[in-house]
């Protein structure tokens, strides 16, 4: 039990239930002995049918009828902030279901592409409630989703519309026609995407609406953090086993730099600062990274 430290899993850092293995990246006690006394290095990849099967929620059984009373009486600084983020994720969430597709295709490995698949029913199911939200809380322009979402994107970040306008899908194609691995994908849309983009922004929402003045705005983003929880211990994993090269880790933590700030002010200092850190962590504590010459390691000054 002395592997597990509070209940936070070593090697992602989320706070796990106690239990033999991390439910978030699948991490058993056996991961962290030393490489001669392991059994196996990963937990299986059927562990995650499971973890997906205790998360399942229904997008349409959350009532947003108080948030959507709250709403009118939301005082304007604090709804132009609450907006940026929701008409956000209306867009981010519909994008990164679609572009989640090339990713089952780029693996040789079934059970891997099967998980993958229960991956994207969860963003199709994020992209469902959030376009709920979007329709009865926000009150955007539409008859239908793709109609709300063409409203939405007027009152979200550019930085965001580039992301997932732009560079997701632009990935997702390279992805598609094999000329990216499938670790290039992991590291943009598992990594960057959903671990510091929508996850600042899914932190910045719950510390925001902890008060309680959108119960069921909240109840829907919790659900969803959770899901995205294992959506990146699942990337962190296909990264470990990749083993990417250094250059290409460079490449990954300058962009989570630049991602971090994709919501401007919307998502606090502290938080951005947070999530960055916690990226790090994680690849830290698996092996990614960790170069002989402190001066280039791109996660030093990151990992305390
Ligand atoms: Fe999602
Ligand atoms: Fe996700």
Redesign the pocket.
């Known amino acids: 039990m002395g592997e597990w430290e509070s209940n936070r899993c070593r090697r992602c850092f989320n706070i796990v239930p106690d239990g033999p293995k991390c439910p978030i990246c699948g991490a058993t006690r056996d991961d962290f002995l030393p490489p001669s006394e392991r059994h196996n290095l990963f937990a299986r990849l059927s562990f995650y049918s499971s973890v997906v099967a205790s998360l399942q929620w229904d997008a349409q059984a959350i009532d947003l009828g108080p948030d959507a009373r709250a709403w009118q009486d939301m005082p304007n600084e604090r709804r132009q902030r609450l907006t940026r983020l929701l008409a956000g994720f209306c867009v981010a969430e519909d994008a990164?279901a679609e572009h989640l597709r090339p990713f089952g295709d780029a693996t040789d490995d079934t059970l891997l592409a099967w998980v993958l698949f229960l991956?994207r029913r969860?963003?199709v199911r994020?992209a469902e409630f959030f376009d709920r939200v979007g329709a009865e809380v926000l009150g955007l322009a539409g008859a239908s989703a793709a109609e709300r979402r063409a409203a939405a994107r007027e009152l979200t970040t550019p930085a965001i519309l580039d992301l997932f306008e732009t560079e997701l899908p632009a990935m997702a194609g390279e992805l598609a026609a094999s000329r990216l691995q499938l670790e290039d994908g992991v590291s943009l849309y598992h990594m960057v995407i959903?671990g510091i983009v929508?996850s600042s922004a899914q932190q910045a929402l719950l510390e925001d609406l902890e008060d309680g003045a959108m119960p069921g705005v909240s109840d829907g983003v919790h659900r969803v953090s959770l899901?995205?929880r294992w959506?990146i211990g699942l990337g962190l994993r296909c990264l470990i086993e990749a083993q990417p090269s250094p250059d290409k880790i460079q490449e990954l933590m300058g962009k989570v730099h630049e991602a971090s700030e994709a919501w401007g002010d919307a998502v606090p200092q502290p938080i951005r600062d947070h999530v960055t850190q916690l990226t790090a962590r994680r690849m830290s504590v698996s092996g990614l990274g960790g170069y002989a010459d402190p001066e280039l390691d791109p996660l030093q000054g990151l990992v305390s």
């Open positions: 990164v991956q969860d963003e994020h959903e929508l899901d995205e959506h």
